[in-house]
């Protein structure tokens, strides 16, 4: 498919569909309802924000009751996440398995489409720099998505399908020429990717590392890590009375907040910021692939380029893995 065409294929998506997709304002890439096809950024450059809140909104009332009537998760119009590249992809099918079981996240995807866009493999992987794993060479096949691009060499596109939904719209939409991959789970049959579990090694038993009490002397615990960053789902439930009823709201929240480990009896598991970077951690490199087996940081370093006093990760994960071997 040359890009004429598939300018016609999106622009058919355009004509039915909220549409968010890369786009390049002032010198840098942002996630954004887009209303025509030259606004949308094809080189794969990691946007600032991820698609997160396309499937977790920072705040959505799940149901509101007037009287003795309840109104549950009301319906989401027909969304399509355009051109995710392949680390908020990896994020997503985090969040698939994390809200599997989550009535209003699900309701929301039933009408969503993802469609994942790749510049080339592996050169984007090398691009991102990533350091949450090493790449395989089926990445595809262990990343959930209903079509996928790809942009070869020649400056054409190819299409895979990754669902019966992503198939359906294809052959709409005319595009016959398409190869469809089977998920084949989250983790590859060789196994845990190494890297994954170098990470957790360093990170599972390094609390008494000092690396924690110089993080901890500057960090300023205002969570924007947390909020710019693709994996991080945690959230807070809150009911709001009204005049005539009550609205159960879901917000983001972060584990940064003053609020977020307070028990009965004003007791804070996280009350010291050592504790909360620690906590951040160890949620990511050891207690998601721990129970999934997959990432629970996907490398993207949005953490990094928010931060007001510049806490990287990854140098943080090199550190810890070499004071482990000293
Ligand atoms: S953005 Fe930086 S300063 Fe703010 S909580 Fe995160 S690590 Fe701490
Ligand atoms: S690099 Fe930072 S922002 Fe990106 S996924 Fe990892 S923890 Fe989240």
């Known amino acids: 498919m040359d890009l004429g065409e598939l300018q016609k294929f999106v622009e058919n998506l355009l004509s039915d569909n909220i549409v968010y997709a890369p786009m390049k304002k002032e010198a840098k890439v942002f996630v954004s309802p887009i209303n025509n096809f030259a606004e949308i950024d094809w080189t794969s450059e990691l946007p600032a924000n991820s698609f997160k809140s396309v499937f977790l909104p920072p705040e959505e009332i799940l149901w509101k009751n007037a009287g003795k009537k309840f109104k549950t998760a009301f319906a989401s119009k027909k969304t399509i996440a355009l051109a995710m590249n392949v680390l908020d992809l990896q994020a997503f099918t985090l969040f698939e398995h994390v809200f599997e079981k989550d009535i209003y996240y699900q309701r929301r995807r039933q009408n969503t489409f993802v469609v994942g866009f790749t510049a080339g493999l592996p050169d984007d992987f090398r691009k991102y720099k990533i350091f949450h794993a090493d790449y395989e060479e089926n990445v595809l096949e262990h990343l959930i998505f209903d079509i996928f691009i790809e942009k070869q060499k020649n400056g054409n596109f190819i299409f895979f399908s990754g669902s019966e939904k992503g198939q359906k719209l294809l052959e709409e939409n005319n595009v016959k020429d398409y190869e469809h991959i089977e998920f084949a789970g989250l983790v590859p049959e060789s196994g845990m990717n190494p890297r994954l579990i170098a990470n957790r090694k360093a990170v599972e038993l390094s609390f008494n590392d000092k690396l924690w009490d110089e993080l901890a002397e500057i960090c300023l615990a205002c969570g924007k890590c947390s909020v710019v960053c693709p994996t991080c789902f945690c959230f807070n439930l809150e009911d709001d009375p009204q005049l005539n009823g009550v609205e159960r709201k879901r917000q983001w929240t972060s584990c940064f907040y003053p609020e977020f480990s307070k028990i ?21 490199f050891v207690r998601i692939p721990e129970e999934l087996s997959y990432y629970g940081c996907v490398s993207c370093m949005r953490c990094f380029n928010v931060c007001p006093v510049g806490i990287n990760i990854a140098a943080n994960l090199q550190r810890l893995a070499k004071n482990q071997q000293k």
């Open 264 to 284: 009965c009896g004003n007791k804070k598991e996280l009350a010291e910021v050592k504790k909360k970077l620690y906590f951040w951690y160890y949620h990511k």
